[in-house]
């Protein structure tokens, strides 16, 4: 669960029913609306996805940080790929 679970009582209610939060992990996030970062290696190059091959080796990256790989972190972005994918950005100007 997350700031946007719903109900906003969330983990109370999931307490009340006897079960305890088995793990945290810290998040992290950036806003996208603004330019992109300025790359600082040489060589890496910072650019939004815009296809969903693109989108796809993403996940893969991201899901090889568990052993093995987490499959449900590559469902998660082919799944949200129509949305991640139409949003606007960057922002019109």
Not at 57 to 77: H, I, S
Request: with cysteine.
């Amino acid at each position: 669960m997350g700031p946007a679970s719903t109900p906003g009582n969330l983990a109370e209610c999931l307490e009340a029913v006897g079960l305890q939060a088995s793990e945290t992990e810290t998040g992290m996030w950036r806003d996208l609306r603004g330019p992109l970062p300025d790359a600082h290696v040489d060589g890496l190059e910072i650019r939004p996805t815009t296809a969903p091959e693109q989108l796809a080796d993403y996940a893969t990256v991201l899901a090889a940080n568990w052993n093995p790989p987490a499959a449900t972190v590559r469902r998660f972005f082919a799944d949200a790929a129509d949305l991640a994918l139409t949003a606007d950005y960057p922002p019109a100007t």
